[in-house]
């Protein structure tokens, strides 16, 4: 509990206490006015209840859609399927600029539904399930491959329906990860920003959105400080009744490797299940990054490399370097991210486990915060808090340790609910046996979590490649990440700069799929029987 | 397995780590004033200073290395963030800057720098080469770098033969013949929006038979389509040049032709786009020392290179913005495709700095009806 904790207060506590209090003391001492202004302003009463419905909302839409595609997964083997697994990721690290303009196209009049749902809450809400379907897909998906069929098996040899050993048995067995991806995807929509603002147009602001305003173009921190508690509080509070209902609900079960519960479809029901599920995966997920990478390469003398050829072309100039450049210093910070993440995230997600009373649930809140908290916040935080005894302020060391942050609580998340699932008397058995703490996790934890560590693990090395925010505030022009690169290609206008970037779109795209896939190919210990 | 044994650790290390967290937490606030020492007459010699500057910064290679061939120092740029997000940093670190010199804060912002005790002034020997027009701060504490004229941008199809003539005026927009033709930024989230605002405050006042409020109105009942962000706005709306929407007329800036020229995908002889120079805001982006930094000196060297012709003629193309010394020579795509305009309206900085948000405000109410 030591290490995570040490790192949560010093990179996370400390400089967003630091922010905070700097902005809530204008004139040296506790200034409270900027609270009855977040209360008096009709706007930001309307950005606090709108970020929270749209939230409830759009978690609910997610789990509901990506429960079929978390079953079919994790239940049936069919050709393709780790790539689509990887591909499915991929959704995840686009910047909400690109992702925005597919689906303004798609959404736009001339779209495939042939309404006009741009600048409505619906596109925010589409946008958002296309963001996290992942999450639900490989949480949830993460532990129901690990379910004992014969669990299922027994309840229809008793004579229960289909539907009645879903909800009586599956469902229970499942809670812990449905939970897990329900908390991260609210968290992620709590705080949604980019997609807000361009698929919500004027209409719709989160309080992200409005301590954005505020922070940059107000320069008014008192009250963008004040929104920044309000949102903690809000975060915190339903974190906190989160952790007390997991910690009631967790059921100790024995787990089946993955590989064992998995098989092929054989009724034309199961066919009919498992390709209406890819089929709507594919609507959902497919048609928007279709639309990106067919972008990328159409020219205006039809189909071909041109942006491509273009990319290596730098023009001479420091607003662009080689792709390679940017994919290399992509994958070099993500790399440190995900390993930071793995190690600080599975030492809490043992604590989390296995850990019971308030001093645990304060710690999961703890954990979590750093996702529902306001990027622009924790960013200036960084900036006050790391001056003294060494100045990192603009050192490229916080970028790694930024996305990490971020990136913990789906480590925890993804591993945690298996941990506390690992029967107890499993453990007991070993240590009965002889073996010591080191050996009893070694041997009987570590096969077990190995597998959903690595969907962590996969998450927190997409969260890196993909973010933007942290990235850009202390960034050098000559070491630009993918997603920089995107936004400054975009940041000017010219066909070619547009084609450019698609294509380095493209390139994200495809470095994140292979990424995962590498990550998924990779076995600490063979899954044993167990 | 005990679940006491497990706990007490933790609390310990909890509540150390708590201990450690307050003892930063007072370290980090107390500590301000010591440092504040008055530099030595003979100022030290820096191995590299540093730059702050936005995001939307670029420089050839081998221009920042000019100065390092001149003065022996590197120049090490540091990238932070927007334009807001970069003057909150240098606000927040005023007593222990992040860097010597900053560069990109303008007219929007300036008065709120300049408040914030930010820089120390200095004069540069090539401060006459720069129009007085752009000289805002008497006290030469800030120093005029570039300017971009914020201006309607037209897809020429549109207009002319196929279509209504090209709009002369702000006030043409209103009328039937522009009914859902125009796309803007939103001023509480884009540089250009604000810009635009401005624009139309200048143009039409706070007072008299037609403020800028009726403006506003009548726009909005002809159809005005508000974004939250140039890229949507240019690239997803605006039907001209390398946009994909619908909408012929679009805010952006006086350079956004040549850049059509310039990064098109097809050789072009002709700008897709054309400027209307009636209406324009003009945004001008200026550098200071910033007062915390122990090398003055060295900062006003790199000051006055920024305003050098050999930074000066390199800034057009990679930033698209015109040069602020009059003799710095503009690439000839600058010349050729588009016009600057000659009268653009600007608005006293402190007036922008004491309104914006009230202003913001009527806006959001009057375009969301």
Known sequence: MGVPTFFLLLFFVYPLLRILWTSLTPGAHLDLAPFAEVFRRPTLRAAAWFTLWQAVISTALTLLAGLPGAYVFARFDFPGRSVLRAVITVPFVLPAVVVGSAFLVLLGPAGPLGVDLRRTVWAILIAHVFYNYAVVLRTVGGLWAHLDPRLEDAARVLGAGRWRIFREVTLPLLRPALAAAASIVFLFTFTSFGVILILGGLRYATLEVEIYRQTTSFLNLPLAGALSVLQLVGVSAILFVYSRYQERRAVEQTLRPARETARRPRTPGEYLLVFGTLGFTGLLLGTPLFVLVERSFRTSAGYGLTFYRALADTQGSALFVPPVVAVRNSLVFALAAMALALVIGLMAATVVAYMRGAVSRWFDVLLMLPLGTSAVTIGLGFILAFDRPIDLRTSPVLIPLAHALVAVPFVVRTAAPVMRSVKGSLREAAAVLGAAPARVWREVDLPLVTRSALVGAGFAFAISLGEFGATAFIARPDTPTLPVAIYRLLGQPGSLNLGRAMAMNTILMVTTALAILLIERFRVVEESEF | MSEGRRVRPGIVLLLLSGVLLGLLFLAGCGG??????????????????????????????????????????????????????????????????????????????????????????????????????????????????????????????????????????????????????????????????????????????????????????????????????????????????????????????????????????????????????????????????????????????????????????????????????????????????????????????????????????????????
């Open chain 2, 32 to 369: 301000g004033e010591e440092s504040t020492t008055t530099s030595a007459p003979a100022e030290p010699k820096p191995q590299e200073l540093v730059l702050m500057t936005h995001d939307s910064f670029a420089v050839s290679e081998g221009v920042l290395e000019d100065f390092t061939a001149e003065t022996g120092i590197n120049v090490r740029v540091l990238q932070a963030g927007d334009a807001g997000t970069m003057l909150n940093q240098a606000i927040l670190t005023k007593d222990n800057p992040l860097a010597d010199v900053l560069y990109g804060v303008d007219n929007t912002f300036l008065s709120r720098a300049l408040a914030e005790n930010l820089f120390m002034p200095h004069t540069s020997p090539l401060m006459d080469t720069v129009p007085v027009e752009l000289q805002l701060d008497p006290e030469y504490r800030v120093t005029p770098i570039d300017y971009g004229d914020v201006c309607l941008n037209y897809d020429k199809e549109a207009f002319g033969a196929s279509g209504p003539p090209v709009p002369e005026s702000l006030r043409d927009l209103t009328t039937p013949a522009y009914k859902n033709m125009l796309v803007v930024e939103d001023p509480s989230t884009s540089s250009p929006g604000l810009a635009f605002l401005l624009a139309t405050i200048a143009e039409f006042g706070e007072a008299g038979d037609y403020t800028w409020q009726d403006f506003w109105r009548d726009l909005n009942a002809n159809g005005v389509l508000v974004v939250s962000g140039w890229e949507e706005a240019y690239y997803s709306d605006f039907s001209g040049g390398s946009g994909a929407g619908d909408r012929p007329l679009v805010v952006s800036y006086a350079s956004s032709p040549p850049a059509e020229v310039i990064f098109s995908e097809t050789p072009l002889t002709e700008a897709p786009t054309g400027v209307i120079t009636q209406g324009a805001f003009r945004q001008i982006e200026f550098a200071g020392i910033l007062a915390g930094t122990e090398y003055p000196t060295w900062a006003g060297r790199l000051l006055d290179f920024l305003l050098s012709t050999r930074f000066q003629e390199d800034m057009p193309l990679n930033m698209f913005v015109f040069p602020a010394n009059s003799q710095a020579k503009l690439p000839e795509a600058f010349v050729k495709y588009t016009t600057v305009p000659e009268s653009p309206l600007t608005l006293d900085p402190q007036a922008i700095d004491a309104n914006r948000e009230r202003w913001i405000e009527e806006w959001a109410r009057i375009v969301l009806g």
